[in-house]
């Protein structure tokens, strides 16, 4: 557990980076969320808690540590999709 939050720290600041490069797939994002999240989050969403996203950077890495908590195995184009899926469908933030 502890090794893999370091891992979580190390990645971090190279995903924010790879969000910018991957395309998202907005129809991707929609089935992983569904297949998922959404036992937990709902539809529409339902926060857990921190309930704070203020930009897609936050929601970025919400979106990594739920997936990585429950080892997912996702890649970055996953995180990238389910991102996406969520912002454009529930959060609508900005930046
Ligand atoms: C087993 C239940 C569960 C599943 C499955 C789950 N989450 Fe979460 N999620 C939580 C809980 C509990 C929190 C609050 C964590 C905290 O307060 O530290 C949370 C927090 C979050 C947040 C931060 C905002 C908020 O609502 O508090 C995001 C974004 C999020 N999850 C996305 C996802 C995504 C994307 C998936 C699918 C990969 C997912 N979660 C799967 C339980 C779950």
């Not at 969000?19 to 907005?26: F, G």
Request: charged fraction near 25%.
């Amino acid at each position: 557990m502890r090794r893999n939050k370091a891992l979580l720290l190390t990645l971090l600041p190279g995903l924010a980076l790879a969000i910018e490069l991957v395309q998202p797939n907005i129809g991707d994002g929609k089935l992983l969320y569904e297949e998922s999240c959404m036992r937990c989050h709902d539809d529409p969403y339902l926060s857990n808690g921190l309930d704070e996203m203020t930009n897609t950077t936050e929601l970025f890495y919400m979106v990594t540590a739920c997936s990585r908590h429950f080892d997912l195995d996702w890649n970055k184009q996953d995180i990238t999709d389910t991102t996406y899926y969520m912002n454009i469908k529930f959060f609508q933030l900005d930046e």
